[in-house]
């Protein structure tokens, strides 16, 4: 009887450690990821917004590669050009597809706000269908928002 538990517990012991074995090792893809710089902007301040969109490459060998993100806006009540106009530079040309060249960590475009009569406006923009070589996702702020605060209505 002894000897058969013995072979029993052998056995058992076996199989389970051929099972884990038996799987293969499967690491998770390092992939470029885009967000927003900030989930929120307004103009507050100043009638120039500017728009930071991060790229961050998990893997090294990606910072030698070109991606791209398309940028659009996807709501709000704001319409350009009476309550904004838009203003970008080098790579990134205008809502759509941004261009991220080999090493370009971040693209930035500025809204310019318009002073307007009535109620506070909104914006809204969103990242999506990246692009590139490698593995490619939108991050933790695909989306942001955009306030244009009515200068009339501030106290």
């Known amino acids: ?32 990821i885009f967000t927003f710089a900030k989930s929120a902007y307004d103009d507050s301040k100043s009638h120039e917004i500017i728009v930071t969109i991060n790229r961050s490459d998990q893997d090294p060998a990606a ?9 659009q806006v996807t709501g709000g009540d704001a319409v350009a050009p009476a309550d904004y106009s838009a203003s970008f530079n080098g790579s990134t040309w205008g809502f759509g597809k941004v261009r991220f060249p080999p090493g370009v960590r971040k693209q930035s475009f500025a809204i310019y706000t318009h002073n307007t009569t009535g109620p506070d406006k909104t914006l809204q923009l969103a990242l999506s269908d990246p692009e590139g070589p490698a593995p490619v996702v939108t991050g933790d702020n695909p989306t942001t928002s955009i306030t244009i605060v009515n200068k009339k209505q501030q106290k």
């Open 1 to 32: 009887m002894k000897t058969l538990r013995k072979a029993l517990g052998v056995g058992i012991a076996a199989f389970v450690l051929s099972a884990s074995w038996s799987h293969s090792a499967r690491a998770e893809p390092l992939l470029t």
């Open 63 to 71: 910072e030698k590669e070109e991606f791209t993100v398309n940028c």
